[in-house]
């Protein structure tokens, strides 16, 4: 599985930033593709999650209601739409893929995106928001 991201850059707050990750290897009838993020200094944290199958969704609740993640098998692409940015936002962002659809269920379910359950990983985009 190779993933690679595309789209970060230097936004002011309140702007708007999609990024994109082109999945190449993956199956996306199975599997679950997640972007994680990781400022500097901090813990890589899970941000949102999506089963292509049936478009099971899992977003973190410091991005719930801004952001938004969508997929397209056609394309082998995976989307994060990224809203109202604010300067917190301020990380790189990765987007990794494992086969097993159970780390976006157990994020579901309320136990959060964990990184050790994946696999594949991109090396990452920057995302820079200025107050």
């Known amino acids: 599985v190779q993933l690679v991201e595309s789209g970060g850059g230097l936004v002011p707050a309140g702007g708007s930033l999609r990024l994109s990750c082109a999945a190449s290897g993956f199956t996306f009838d199975e599997g679950v593709i997640a972007w994680f993020r990781q400022a500097p200094g901090k813990e890589r944290e899970g941000v949102s999650c999506?089963?292509?199958?049936?478009?099971?969704?899992y977003l973190a609740n410091s991005v719930k209601g801004r952001f938004t993640i969508s997929s397209d098998k056609d394309k082998n692409m995976v989307y994060l739409q990224m809203n109202s940015l604010k300067p917190e936002d301020t990380a790189t962002y990765y987007c990794?893929?494992?086969?097993?659809?159970?780390?976006?269920?157990?994020?579901?379910?309320?136990?959060?995106?964990?990184?050790?359950?994946?696999?594949?990983w991109g090396q990452g985009t920057q995302v820079s928001v200025s107050s």
């Open positions: 999506i089963r292509p199958s049936d478009t099971t969704t």
């Open positions: 990794a893929a494992d086969g097993n659809d159970s780390p976006c269920l157990i994020a579901v379910l309320g136990h959060g995106l964990l990184k050790t359950e994946f696999g594949s």
